[in-house]
Nanobody
Framework: VQLVESGGGLVQAGGSLRLSCTASGTIVYIDDMAWYRQAPGGQRELVALITSGGTTNYADSVKGRFTISRDNAKNTVDLQMDDLQPEDTADYFC??????????????WGQGTRVTVSS
């Protein structure tokens, strides 16, 4: 199983970016899918999560600006980021709980994609 992220880059404050993450390999079922971020010198933190049923949860710092969505048929999870601010600068990581058999779920992580917001 592999998670591959795309969509990072450099943007000015107030701008938008859309991150995408695609899971591939032997996949029976994907439960939670989430985006995390880690700023330079900081700890990795949860940004947004979406359950298999579509329930979402956001960090307070991104509520109203970021939107997480998923396509279960394509095994993808996206993060639409609007009104980006310099404090959103970080490496963004996709995580998914993937069942490779009917009863074994494992957390997989992507390699990360960098988002840089200039003031």
């Amino acid at each position: 199983v592999q998670l591959v992220e795309s969509g990072g880059g450099l943007v000015q404050a107030g701008g938008s970016l859309r991150l995408s993450c695609t899971a591939s390999g032997t996949i029976v079922y994907i439960d939670d899918m989430a985006w995390y971020r880690q700023a330079p010198g900081g700890q990795r933190e949860l940004v947004a999560l979406i359950t298999s049923g579509g329930t979402t949860n956001y960090a307070d710092s991104v509520k109203g600006r970021f939107t997480i969505s998923r396509d279960n048929a394509k095994n993808t999870v996206d993060l639409q980021m609007d009104d980006l601010q310099p404090e959103d600068t970080a490496d963004y990581f996709c995580r998914s709980e993937i069942f490779v058999t009917a009863d074994m779920g494992v957390d997989y992580w992507g390699q990360g994609t960098r988002v840089t917001v200039s003031s």
